[in-house]
């Protein structure tokens, strides 16, 4: 099992910034993608983004160009650089890894799951 913590949320004001931080007991860069979800008050979970093993991004189309997500191989730890943030932006962040285990006759994906950091966003 993999622990993942999240820290860095509040309350900010629209067009403020955040950075939430996620830390593992496993090595992220070995991780198959970490990534960071959301979910608010009624909604279900979604990706905001992404990170790879190999570096590539993906971002949610309501993120793009406002988050960054990115990773530091000293400290284990993954970011998600939140500016100009919005009120829908409002939600509990997750932070998320997957790792590949197991034999090669017989591979699996551990899938791991922070307890969540909640970010709030006033008008």
């Known amino acids: 099992q993999v622990e993942l913590v999240e820290s860095g949320g509040g309350l900010v004001q629209a067009g403020g910034s955040l950075r939430l931080s996620c830390s593992a007991t496993?090595?992220?860069?070995?991780?198959?993608?970490m990534g960071w979800y959301r979910q608010a008050p009624g909604q279900q979970r979604e990706l905001v983004a992404e990170?790879?093993?190999?570096?590539?991004?993906n971002y949610a189309d309501s993120v793009k160009g406002r988050f960054t997500v990115s990773r530091n191989r000293a400290e284990n730890v993954m970011y998600l650089q939140m500016n100009s943030l919005k009120p829908e932006d409002t939600a509990v962040y997750y932070c998320?890894?997957?790792w590949g285990m197991g034999p090669v006759e017989a591979p699996y994906e551990l899938d791991s799951w922070g307890q969540g950091t909640q970010v709030t966003v006033s008008s």
């Open positions: 990170i790879q093993r190999g570096a590539g991004t």
């Open positions: 496993r090595s992220i860069f070995s991780a198959n993608a």
């Open positions: 998320n890894g997957r």
